[in-house]
């Protein structure tokens, strides 16, 4: 009987990893669409690999070598996913026409689900809700892809720098210089990474449930005051951002096609180990899909809220693409 591995034992000891891999590869991409692509094409590889595997590495290490690979090959032919606020443009004017930018690769939110961040087993370790917050990965977007992958091994995944040269075939001075590098870069655009969210509090969870009933019922006045005086409102694949509790109210007043109480339904569900709500609005007699909204907060307040435009997203997070008429979620 031979004692090479077989390829049922690979199928075994690395499913257990899918989920850590996929979190990996969106940081990587901004996209949870190109990740499990990159990831099935990392398990299909590593499967007709697998008889020559002699374990001089943890079957772990050898598979982030392969999914990191997989990403620094496709980063070289794709542009970098940005949010509308990583375009470098000035705050938009909320009652201009809105623009488009189909052609624009976004960033993308992911379910918290299927990277286990909402999970309770060991990969939650490398999944934790911080390291797939909103504003991490958008700013992890401005590092060139190698220095991407340092970070992220060293930094997020807490790696020895020798771990990260065996994975990207190079020295640990390399590793620590390129580290350097984008440790600096990543100030310039990023929240700490040490700053790391608190679970919500009790006033938040009270904040989004006034965030619901005033945007259900389509109260200006309440809308006002959920917001810190500088939050941030951007909606890819529109390419304007708004700052401030004025100009995101004169936003929603003059491009939502909401108009009046009872126009639009909230869902909540978990994105980016963030607050979020799926949006229909009302056509007839049913809800039909509209965005995906990715909350942000400072304090009490909401700071930041990331829109999305794509349906998709919808079939990604498992949500209906309609709702009947009459259900609310609104207290």
């Given at each position: 009987?031979?004692?090479?591995?077989s390829?049922?034992d690979?199928?075994?000891?690395?499913?257990?990893?899918?989920?850590?891999?996929?979190?990996h590869c969106y940081?990587?991409?901004?996209?949870?669409h190109?990740?499990?692509?990159?990831?099935?094409?990392?398990?299909?590889?590593?499967?007709?690999?697998?008889?020559?595997f002699?374990?001089?590495?943890?079957?772990?290490?050898?598979?982030y070598?392969?999914?990191?690979?997989?990403?620094?090959?496709?980063?070289d032919?794709?542009g970098?996913?940005?949010?509308?606020?990583g375009?470098?443009?000035?705050?938009?004017?909320?009652?201009?026409?809105?623009?488009?930018r189909?052609?624009?690769?976004?960033?993308?939110?992911?379910?918290?689900g299927?990277?286990?961040?909402g999970?309770?087993?060991?990969?939650?370790?490398?999944?934790?809700?911080e390291?797939?917050r909103?504003?991490?990965?958008?700013?992890?977007?401005?590092?060139?892809?190698?220095?991407?992958a340092?970070?992220?091994?060293?930094?997020?995944?807490?790696?020895?720098?020798?771990?990260?040269?065996?994975?990207?075939?190079?020295?640990?001075?390399?590793v620590?210089?390129?580290l350097?590098r984008?440790?600096?870069?990543?100030?310039?655009?990023?929240?700490?990474?040490d700053?790391?969210?608190?679970?919500?509090t009790?006033?938040q969870?009270?904040?989004?449930?006034?965030?619901?009933?005033?945007?259900?019922?389509?109260d200006?006045?309440?809308?006002?005051?959920?917001?810190a005086?500088?939050?941030?409102?951007?909606?890819?694949?529109?390419?304007?951002?708004?700052?401030?509790?004025?100009?995101?109210?004169a936003?929603?007043?003059?491009?939502?096609?909401?108009?009046?109480p009872?126009d639009?339904?909230?869902?909540p569900i978990?994105?980016?180990?963030?607050?979020?709500?799926?949006?229909?609005?009302?056509e007839?007699?049913?809800?039909?899909?509209?965005?995906?909204?990715?909350?942000?907060?400072t304090?009490?307040l909401?700071s930041?809220?990331?829109?999305?435009?794509?349906?998709?997203?919808?079939?990604?997070?498992?949500?209906?693409?309609?709702?009947?008429?009459?259900t609310?979620t609104?207290?």
């Amino acid at each position: 009987m031979s004692d090479k591995p077989s390829n049922e034992d690979f199928l075994r000891l690395a499913d257990p990893m899918r989920r850590e891999l996929l979190a990996h590869c969106y940081r990587m991409l901004g996209s949870v669409h190109d990740a499990e692509d990159l990831v099935q094409e990392t398990y299909l590889r590593a499967w007709r690999a697998y008889d020559g595997f002699e374990g001089r590495s943890s079957l772990r290490t050898w598979l982030y070598r392969i999914a990191t690979t997989q990403c620094l090959t496709a980063l070289d032919s794709r542009g970098r996913r940005p949010l509308p606020t990583g375009l470098g443009a000035p705050a938009s004017e909320p009652t201009a026409p809105l623009v488009e930018r189909g052609e624009v690769p976004w960033l993308e939110p992911v379910p918290d689900g299927i990277v286990g961040a909402g999970a309770d087993d060991p990969a939650a370790i490398v999944t934790s809700r911080e390291s797939i917050r909103l504003a991490l990965v958008a700013a992890l977007q401005h590092l060139p892809p190698r220095q991407r992958a340092v970070l992220i091994l060293r930094d997020v995944l807490k790696w020895r720098a020798a771990e990260v040269a065996e994975v990207l075939d190079t020295t640990t001075t390399a590793v620590n210089s390129i580290l350097q590098r984008a440790r600096a870069q990543l100030d310039e655009v990023a929240p700490s990474l040490d700053d790391r969210p608190e679970p919500l509090t009790q006033e938040q969870r009270a904040q989004l449930d006034r965030y619901v009933k005033a945007f259900e019922n389509y109260d200006v006045g309440a809308i006002v005051e959920l917001f810190a005086k500088d939050a941030i409102w951007e909606m890819p694949p529109f390419d304007g951002w708004y700052q401030g509790p004025e100009a995101i109210v004169a936003l929603v007043r003059t491009q939502c096609p909401a108009k009046g109480p009872g126009d639009l339904r909230l869902v909540p569900i978990h994105a980016n180990g963030q607050p979020a709500f799926a949006l229909y609005l009302r056509e007839g007699d049913l809800y039909q899909h509209f965005a995906l909204a990715v909350l942000t907060f400072t304090g009490s307040l909401v700071s930041h809220v990331g829109m999305f435009f794509d349906d998709r997203l919808f079939e990604l997070f498992e949500l209906p693409a309609s709702l009947p008429a009459g259900t609310s979620t609104a207290k």
